[in-house]
């Protein structure tokens, strides 16, 4: 079956780098999405990668896939306390009509 | 542009009184729509999914059910509410493809 995992808390200083991980089983999933949630809010698209890329790169955000070993991670670098939230992974695969979430990473930043 | 509006956006109802949370689109046509659950401490629950009117995919045996009775309109309703249902309910819609889900505001029910 499908499953997305992550750990559910980091916690980083401000002006470092954070670096989220997820690990997936879905050996078929075509695409692989960071979420963001801020607090009482619905959850936002960060960024998305297709399964047959190795790096993504926007601004402050890198996203890298290693597909041999079904992992994928955010980081973000110059962390902010702009940046406090939750931050989800989730995949689906192109014959697929849903979108499977992990359970969260809650991020916090330390002055 | 496309809009998502989800309410009430906090409900706090009794167990075993009725459930009706409304989700609507604007702006799309026969977009994929979802019902999502957050409970506390816990992560992102997918509930339902339609890719049609009257199409109505369940992924969780629950209390819980959905309807879409138009396009653009999605409901979660329950008959008897529980106090497990308590969480964080997200409505969200996708159009296919690459399945970027756009989401609401969500609502926060309290059953006590």
């Known amino acids: 079956g499908e499953d997305v995992e992550q750990s559910l808390f980091l916690s980083v200083r401000e002006g470092d780098s954070s670096v989220i991980n997820c690990t997936y089983t879905?050996?078929?999933?075509?695409?692989l999405y960071w979420y963001k949630q801020e607090p009482g809010a619905g959850l936002q698209l960060l960024t998305y990668?297709?399964?047959?890329?190795d790096m993504k790169q926007d601004q402050r955000l890198t996203v890298l896939l290693n597909k041999k070993d079904k992992h994928l991670s955010l980081r973000i670098a110059d962390t902010q306390t702009g940046d406090s939230a939750i931050y989800f992974c989730?995949?689906?695969?192109?014959?697929?009509?849903?979108?499977?979430f992990g359970s969260g990473t809650r991020l916090s930043i330390r002055p | 542009s496309q809009t998502i509006h989800q309410w009430p956006a906090t409900l706090v109802q009794p167990v075993g009184s009725p459930l009706s949370l409304e989700c609507t689109v604007e702006?799309?046509?026969?977009?994929?729509l979802y019902w999502y659950r957050q409970a506390a401490g816990r992560g992102l629950q997918l509930l339902f999914y339609?890719?049609?009117?009257?199409?109505i995919s369940s992924e969780v045996p629950q209390n819980l059910s959905a309807s879409r009775p138009q396009d653009r309109q999605f409901i979660l309703s329950s008959k008897k509410l529980l106090l497990s249902d308590s969480g964080f309910y997200l409505c969200?819609?996708?159009?296919?493809?690459?399945?970027?889900?756009?989401f609401g505001s969500g609502t926060q029910l309290s059953v006590l």
């Open positions: 339609s890719v049609g009117i009257g199409q």
């Open positions: 969200a819609w996708s159009t296919g493809g690459v399945e970027k889900l756009f």
């Open positions: 990668i297709f399964s047959n890329m």
């Open positions: 702006g799309t046509s026969n977009p994929n």
């Open positions: 989730a995949e689906t695969h192109s014959s697929a009509s849903k979108i499977i």
């Open positions: 879905d050996s078929s999933s075509t695409y």
